[in-house]
């Protein structure tokens, strides 16, 4: 074997290190993104942060001569810049402290909790008389955590001094509300409560309702043996009518209900920091990018003064300490650059966005929302759609009525399918309910082509019933 060395020239691609901080700058929360300041400031000491509050409040004679209003003004013009042109200010990192009428409030982004009481009240009410709620709120208050009915009908009937007809009546109606097998007397009527649900849907299982009715505890011992030798089908099909009750049935249907400190909550995004915010104006919509206020970063002045004497020539500076302040130095403006330049590609997408989207920034209402994609938003503005998908990632906005919504909500494309779909329930007939099926046909007639499983899907993200069970 013969070994030799030769030479080649190939070309490779690199990803430029600046390009890869921008980026990773770009697709931070304002969470992440102040942690990351804290974090730079602790390890370059080039760079400082300035704190302190403007004086003027926005209001002086001459706003030229103040220094507070010129910073302010530059940041505006730094902010309407093309998305990658470089700002003509002093190089420092400001937030906008202009003056707002309608202040970022934190406590009103917090959603309370939602729980299995007010979630089935809600329900219930459209479900029943006045008379009838009294005794569905008295089962609603009798459920334990797991959504099962924790007392009998008889001492309901009792101790609302009603007969028990009404009461299993009323307890019928709780049990066909969201979610299903909530107000069961046990685990197997919830699991048989279940298993109707998903047969009205067409997705039920005959052979385990079979099974749950007749033989409730070989099914909870899993004895396919006996199971099969009863309901004369294989062990194999036994085996796999269990499966099924497994993955598609829970014997605690409230427990996405349960508080954090015991399970999962139902919400799991009750409390959310805006990044953007909406603000309504006499003249359309302001702008304003969240984040970053307590500081107004800098390079310090000493680094600085002698970074730019190195760059003259003039200094006597060991070589180790060249490096050490050149390098602090540029990374403290790099990194300064790269918020300048999230600050501005944000403020310029949510400015595409609310201007594509004023119906629904008007409204509030879902139903005027258009559909739009990030292509769109990207070709609008001439730049790659790469970026605004970092740039709206895992971001949320404030909206003029103070809710916090995330980016992707302006970016759903079946929001008007999910509209029409409310809009076709709205005006049904309570006594005779429209069917998924018939939602299909008349979503055709209007010229929208879904399937009846999607509609199935989005009735059930709107968290509406299915037709049988919205009957009344």
Same mark, same amino acid.
């Given at each position: 074997m013969?070994?030799?060395?030769?030479?080649?020239?190939?070309?490779?691609?690199?990803?430029?290190?600046?390009?890869i901080?921008?980026?990773?700058?770009?697709?931070?929360?304002?969470?992440?993104?102040?942690?990351?300041?804290?974090?730079?400031?602790?390890?370059?000491?080039?760079?400082?942060?300035?704190?302190?509050?403007?004086?003027?409040?926005?209001?002086?004679?001459?706003?030229?001569?103040?220094?507070?209003?010129?910073?302010?003004?530059?940041?505006?013009?730094?902010?309407?810049?093309?998305?990658?042109?470089?700002?003509? =200010?002093?190089?420092?990192?400001?937030? =906008?402290?202009?003056?707002? =009428?309608?202040?970022?409030?934190?406590?009103?982004?917090?959603?309370?909790?939602?729980?299995?009481? @007010?979630?089935?009240? %809600?329900?219930?009410?459209?479900?029943?008389?006045?008379?009838?709620?009294?005794? &569905?709120?008295?089962?609603?208050?009798?459920? @334990?955590?797991?959504?099962?009915?924790?007392?009998?009908?008889?001492e309901?009937?009792?101790?609302?001094?009603?007969?028990?007809? @009404?009461?299993t009546?009323?307890?019928?109606?709780?049990?066909?509300?969201?979610?299903?097998?909530?107000?069961?007397?046990?685990?197997?009527?919830?699991?048989?409560?279940?298993?109707?649900?998903?047969?009205?849907?067409?997705?039920?299982?005959?052979?385990?309702?079979?099974?749950?009715?007749t033989?409730? =505890?070989?099914?909870?011992?899993?004895?396919?043996?006996?199971?099969?030798?009863?309901?004369?089908?294989?062990? #194999?099909?036994?085996?796999?009518?269990?499966?099924?009750?497994?993955?598609?049935?829970?014997?605690?249907?409230?427990?996405?209900?349960?508080?954090?400190?015991? &399970?999962?909550?139902?919400?799991?995004?009750?409390?959310?920091?805006?990044?953007?915010?909406?603000?309504?104006?006499?003249? &359309?919509?302001?702008?304003?990018?969240?984040?970053?206020?307590?500081?107004?970063?800098?390079?310090?002045?000493?680094?600085?003064?002698?970074?730019?004497?190195?760059?003259?020539?003039?200094?006597?500076?060991?070589?180790?300490?060249?490096?050490?302040?050149?390098?602090?130095?540029?990374?403290?403006?790099?990194?300064?650059?790269?918020?300048?330049?999230?600050?501005?590609?944000?403020?310029?997408?949510?400015?595409?966005?609310a201007?594509?989207?004023?119906?629904?920034l008007?409204?509030?209402?879902?139903?005027?929302?258009?559909?739009?994609?990030?292509?769109?938003?990207?070709?609008?503005l001439?730049?790659?759609?790469?970026?605004? %998908?970092?740039?709206?990632?895992?971001?949320?906005?404030?909206?003029?009525?103070?809710?916090?919504?995330?980016?992707?909500?302006?970016?759903?494309?079946?929001?008007?399918?999910?509209?029409?779909?409310?809009?076709?329930?709205?005006?049904? #007939?309570?006594?005779?309910?429209?069917?998924?099926?018939?939602?299909?046909?008349?979503?055709?007639?209007? &010229?929208? %082509?879904?399937?009846?499983?999607?509609?199935?899907?989005?009735?059930?993200?709107?968290?509406?019933?299915? %037709?049988?069970?919205r009957?009344r």
């Open positions: 013969v070994l030799r060395q030769d030479q080649r020239q190939t070309i490779s691609q690199r990803i430029d290190p600046k390009l901080m921008a980026n990773a700058i770009l697709q931070k929360s304002t969470l992440e993104l102040d942690e990351t300041i804290e974090v730079e400031l602790a390890e370059n000491p080039a760079l400082e942060a300035i704190d302190r509050e403007p004086v003027c409040p926005g209001t002086c004679i001459d706003p030229l001569a103040c220094p507070d209003c010129s910073r302010r003004r530059a940041l505006r013009e730094a902010d309407d810049l093309p998305v990658g042109a470089e700002g003509a =200010d002093d190089g420092r990192f400001r937030p =906008d402290y202009g003056p707002r =009428d309608n202040t970022y409030d934190e406590m009103a982004t917090i959603e309370a909790e939602v729980t299995l009481q @007010d979630h089935l009240r %809600s329900q219930l009410r459209a479900a029943v008389t006045e008379a009838d709620y009294r005794i &569905g709120d008295y089962i609603v208050d009798s459920l @334990d955590d797991n959504g099962l009915l924790g007392t009998t009908i008889e309901i009937a009792a101790e609302l001094k009603v007969d028990v007809a @009404d009461v009546r009323v307890l019928r109606v709780v049990q066909s509300l969201d979610p299903p097998g909530v107000g069961a007397r046990d685990v197997r009527e919830c699991m048989l409560i279940q298993l109707r649900s998903l047969r009205e849907e067409g997705r039920g299982n005959g052979l385990a309702e079979t099974m749950l009715e033989h409730f =505890d070989e099914v909870v011992r899993s004895r396919y043996g006996k199971l099969a030798r009863a309901m004369g089908v294989t062990v #194999d099909k036994a085996k796999e009518t269990i499966d099924f009750m497994r993955q598609c049935l829970n014997p605690y249907p409230a427990n996405q209900f349960r508080p954090p400190w015991v &399970g999962k909550a139902r919400n799991s995004k009750a409390a959310v920091r805006p990044d953007v915010a909406i603000h309504r104006t006499n003249v &359309g919509y302001e702008i304003e990018i969240l984040g970053g206020e307590s500081s107004v970063l800098g390079v310090n002045e000493k680094y600085r003064e002698t970074y730019d004497a190195i760059q003259r020539g003039d200094t006597s500076l060991s070589e180790e300490e060249r490096k050490h302040i050149v390098e602090y130095v540029e990374r403290a403006e790099l990194f300064i650059q790269h918020l300048k330049q999230r600050r501005r590609t944000l403020k310029q997408i949510t400015r595409c966005i201007e594509m989207q004023q119906g629904f008007d409204t509030g209402s879902r139903a005027y929302l258009i559909p739009l994609t990030r292509t769109h938003i990207a070709a609008t001439g730049i790659h759609e790469s970026t605004v %998908s970092r740039a709206t990632a895992k971001k949320y906005v404030q909206l003029p009525n103070e809710e916090v919504v995330p980016f992707d909500l302006f970016f759903n494309g079946s929001v008007s399918i999910k509209s029409e779909i409310e809009k076709i329930i709205a005006a049904e #007939d309570p006594a005779h309910p429209v069917s998924d099926q018939r939602i299909v046909e008349i979503l055709a007639e209007r &010229g929208i %082509s879904v399937a009846r499983r999607t509609v199935v899907k989005y009735r059930e993200g709107l968290k509406i019933l299915s %037709s049988t069970r009957r």
